[in-house]
């Protein structure tokens, strides 16, 4: 796997011949970093080639392939995750897990309401709350504003693996690393097994989104010099 430079892109290369996308298109990024992550990638692989190990790779795919097209439906699912978004909805008991959940999407809020001038409603339990509109149009104004195809995919990534639009914008944005992001995603998770325990299949599961996340969060952060 290498990386040849042309055209104002950096493509990958397999054995020689440059790389394409499952839709037939060339496997090219604007910045030789991106390029050399997927590179990493390919070069990592064994015997048998296992797409699933490879997610910067299966992020630039989509992004060249769907999202290059398609951005406007991207921006409007981004929108809908606004509407029910994971840090809205606070559980009632028991008071550790309202404090944990407090102590990590609080801040998310106040950065919206800094950065982005909108609150957001916050209901009890999982009944429904309806969002105002500002806040919603808040959330499209900042994801329209994501030019790049290849971020606007890894934001929706990050976005489908947190269930919070917000969490996922707080993170591009510089608010939150990739590892509090995380963390912050699944305050309820780790609540539950402080009381329970680990669930060692659920744990691996997590894990492995965990990964994809990271790549995406990668994936945003190298697609621009």
């Known amino acids: 796997a290498g990386i040849e430079g042309r055209d104002g892109a950096f493509h990958l290369v397999l054995d020689g011949r440059p790389a394409r996308t499952p839709g037939r298109n060339p496997l090219a990024v604007p910045t030789r970093d991106l390029a050399g992550a997927m590179a990493a990638e390919w070069g990592a692989q064994g015997d048998e080639i296992n797409p699933a190990t490879m997610p910067v790779t299966r992020i630039v795919n989509s992004a060249i392939d769907g999202v290059s097209a398609h951005a406007r439906e991207v921006v409007e699912d981004l929108v809908k995750y606004a509407g029910s978004d994971l840090v809205c909805y606070r559980a009632a008991g028991p008071e550790r897990l309202v404090e944990a959940q407090s102590a990590a999407w609080d801040p998310v809020l106040d950065w919206v309401r800094e950065r982005h001038g909108v609150r957001f409603a916050l209901a009890e339990g999982v009944m429904h709350v309806g969002q105002p509109e500002a806040a919603c149009e808040a959330v499209r104004r900042a994801a329209e504003a994501v030019r790049s195809p290849l971020r606007l995919a890894a934001l929706h990534v990050m976005t489908t693996l947190t269930g919070s639009v917000l969490i996922a914008l707080a ?10 992001a995380w963390a912050a995603a699944h305050t309820d998770e780790r609540h539950q097994e402080s009381v329970w325990g680990e669930d060692h299949e659920a744990l691996q599961r ?20």
């Open 171 to 180: 993170h591009a944005e510089g608010r939150l690393d990739a590892e509090a």
């Open 206 to 225: 997590r894990h492995a989104r965990e990964a994809e996340f990271r790549a995406a969060s990668l994936v945003y952060r190298l697609a621009e010099a």
